[in-house]
């Protein structure tokens, strides 16, 4: 009888997985931006400007809505539909009526992010990454992704350089 149960349950979950298939899922490789400067592993000064290209994405202006670049040094992106907000909103330092000090370009950068519109970004420092060995600590990377016209994350799609600090 337990053999029977077995069976009828091993047949039960082939039927089901049968039924279970890949089509129709949009997975595709996201080429729009491309991270051109510095290049990838390479070994940069500071202050070291990041360049990228941005195919077919209208960003922002002073008198249009539109997309804009959410750049992070040494920090993962935010999920997708999260805003720059999220990013800071479980800092202590960040709560409550502090959290709009939080959220000035001034003190994004010292967390190492950036907005932008433009297709460029001049670093003029680079955190200091305590807590690595030392010979990984002069090793950084960027990260750019897309913030729609709402400040959301826009899709998963992160665009990264790795380089490295002459110190």
Known sequence: MGCTLFARVAVAALVVMAGCSAEGLAFRVDERVDVVAPEDDALVEVPVTVRWTAEGIRT????????????????????????????????????????????????????????TTATELQLTTVPVRLGMPADKRDEHEVTVALLDEAGKRDGESAFRVTFRVRT
């Open 60 to 115: 922002a202006t002073a008198t249009q809505p539109g997309a804009s670049f959410l750049v992070l040094v040494d920090r993962a992106p935010p999920s997708p539909g999260r805003t720059v907000q999220s990013m800071v909103d479980d800092e202590p330092d960040c709560r409550g009526t502090q959290l709009a000090a939080c959220l000035t370009p001034e003190a994004l950068a010292r967390r190492g992010i950036y907005t």
